[in-house]
Structure formats: C-alpha cells, structure tokens
C-alpha cells in the first residue's frame, strides 16, 4: 500500500490544520493507522493511532484533548485534525499503515507517506 500525507502549512499558535493521508495500492481497511512526527533534531515520536473501523484510537499524551485522529475507509483516508497547535507542535508529519488491523500496546508502522511539514508560529 502507498500512502500520501498532505494538508500541511503554516500556522500561528492556537490555530488549527487537518492532515490528510490517502492510501492506493490496497485497502486501508485491513490496517491500524497512525501519525508520527518529526521535529528538527529530534526523534520520530509517535501521534495518535486508530484501529481498522476507527472505533478505537490511542494518542500521545500530548496529542490528547487537542488531536483527533480518524478515518474513512470507503475513501481510503486517514485524518488528523490538530487544534490549538502550539511552537513545539513544529514537525513533519507521517502517517503510516500497520499490518495488523487492531492496536497493541505499541503501535508500529510498516508502510509510510512521505510527510508533510506542519509549522507553528507565535
């Protein structure tokens, strides 16, 4: 499966922006899904994560209250929409697909976008 994440821009501090990542090549109804993301100099962290039919999600604790993540199969895309983003959500954004539809206690992906860099800005 191929994946391409977008919606990605520039953004002042307390904005909002919705990620999307359009899968081909496959269904993503047979993955968990999730985004991670990637600050400069720092490690990939993970986001969030759904399960197959979006009924059951995870979320970093700093992703929680702010970010939501969901999906829509029948148009083979993930989401995540950010709100109140802040300077330190500065990043590029993946999503990624998992070869498992249900989520354990650590979510890790097998197929990757490309990214797409998210900046906030006071």
């Known amino acids: 499966v191929q994946l391409q994440a977008s919606g990605g821009g520039s953004v002042q501090v307390g904005g909002s922006l919705r990620l999307s990542c359009e899968g081909s090549?496959?269904?993503?109804?047979?993955?968990?899904m999730g985004w991670f993301r990637q600050a400069p100099g720092k490690e990939r962290e993970f986001v969030a994560a759904?399960?197959?039919?979006?009924?059951?999600?995870k979320y970093a604790d700093f992703a929680k209250g702010r970010f939501a993540i969901s999906r829509d199969n029948p148009k083979n895309t993930l989401y995540l929409q950010m709100n109140n983003l802040k300077p330190e959500d500065t990043a590029v954004y993946y999503c990624?697909?998992?070869?498992?539809?249900?989520?354990?206690?650590?979510?890790?992906?097998?197929?990757w976008g490309q990214g797409t860099l998210v900046t906030v800005s006071s």
């Open positions: 759904v399960v197959w039919s979006g009924t059951m999600t």
């Open positions: 990624a697909a998992q070869n498992h539809p249900y989520l354990s206690s650590t979510f890790t992906g097998d197929y």
């Open positions: 090549g496959g269904a993503l109804s047979s993955y968990a």
